[in-house]
Every structure is written in C-alpha cells, then in structure tokens.
C-alpha cells in the first residue's frame, strides 16, 4: 500500500508562485533548496503527516536532463502539478512511473520515480512514487507547524475511475473524479478553508 507524501505545486518561477500560495493560505513557506540533477528549487509547507511543495525550473541551472513533474513544459498560472506517494519497495512500482533515481539535498536522501523525459504519468493522475532512505527525517516531520492540513485532493481526469481501480492507496482525503485533467487541493488554514487549483 502507497501514502500520500506530498503535493507538488508548479509555477513559472519561485518567488512569484510562493508569494501566491502564500497569500491564498494566509501562511508562510519555508526556503527548500535546489535539485541539481532537475535543475529546479522550491519552497515548502509542513502540513502534519504530509507537505506541500513550491516548484520551478531554477534559471541558475543546467541540468543534465529534462527537468521533473514536466516543468520543462510547464506554463500558465501557479497551480497543482503532481502528488507523490511513498512507497515501502519502489522496485514494484509500474513501468509507467519510470525508473527510480537515488537523490540527495543535504541530508534528505531518497529514491523517486521520474520518466526519462521528465513527463508525468497519466499527466498526473497516477502519483510519482518516493521511498525516503532509512534514517531520513522527512520534510513533513521537520518542518514547522504553521495549522494547514489537507481536507481532501481531488484528482480529476478522463480515465479516474480505473486509474483510482489499480492504486493501492486508502485515503479518506483522496478523491477521484471523471474529468477534465487537472488537481484541487482543498485545505483547512488558520483562516477558513482554502482552495488550491
């Protein structure tokens, strides 16, 4: 069985899409780092047993390849691009997810699935998939409490019903829905319920 890990929410560039979020939550994020091997950096948000992540393509790098979660192609308004999910052996997961690459930041150390041009699987709807080493203290457990938790996420796209039938996932917050592609991430904040779409 899969957990849900984290969001992941797209934007042009860093500042603009974390001065948004930040505004939309009335919260503040804290300051990430950069992914070399992606040639991105982000910004990111505790939210008890999961968190959420601010991502762009970083102009100060040069990547070896194409970039994750397709920001390679990413374009129009800051919103939410992928989830990820952990997994205790990502060496089942489905060829769709692409292979997993070993990956470090300090000392976050983890195995992801990233397709080899960079895409996302089911555009999407089908989770990325993440195994966080032994030992590793994960951003959700160390990142400070600023009040927002997740309500529900809402996956919509054409296939759901039989993407939702081959995950292995239970999670009350997790909703599919026949659709146009795309994600709503619906939280509870300080200050009222808040949305994210």
Not at 53 to 68: F, T
């Amino acid at each position: 069985m899969i957990k849900f890990d984290h969001i992941a929410i797209a934007c042009t560039t860093l500042s603009q899409g974390t001065a948004e979020v930040e505004k939309a939550l009335g919260v503040p994020l804290e300051t990430g780092g950069k992914h070399q091997r992606y040639g991105t950096h982000n910004t990111l948000l505790g939210m008890g047993d999961l968190y959420l992540e601010v991502i762009a393509r970083d102009p100060d790098a040069s990547p070896p390849r194409a970039a994750w979660f397709a920001l390679d192609h990413f374009s129009g308004p800051t919103r939410p691009a992928n989830w990820i999910c952990r997994t205790d052996d990502i060496t089942q997961a489905p060829a769709i997810c692409g292979p997993a690459q070993q990956l470090e930041r300090g000392d976050l150390r983890w195995q992801i699935t990233v397709p080899d041009d960079g895409s996302l699987p089911c555009d999407g709807a089908y989770p990325t998939l993440i195994t966080w080493d032994p030992g590793t203290t994960t951003p959700a457990a160390r990142l400070p409490d600023r009040g927002v938790r997740l309500i529900r996420w809402e996956v919509s796209h054409p296939n759901a019903a039989t993407i939702a039938a081959n995950l292995d996932i239970d999670d009350p917050r997790v909703v599919f829905i026949n659709g146009d592609k795309g994600f709503r991430a619906v939280l509870e904040t300080p200050s009222g319920e808040k949305s994210l779409a």
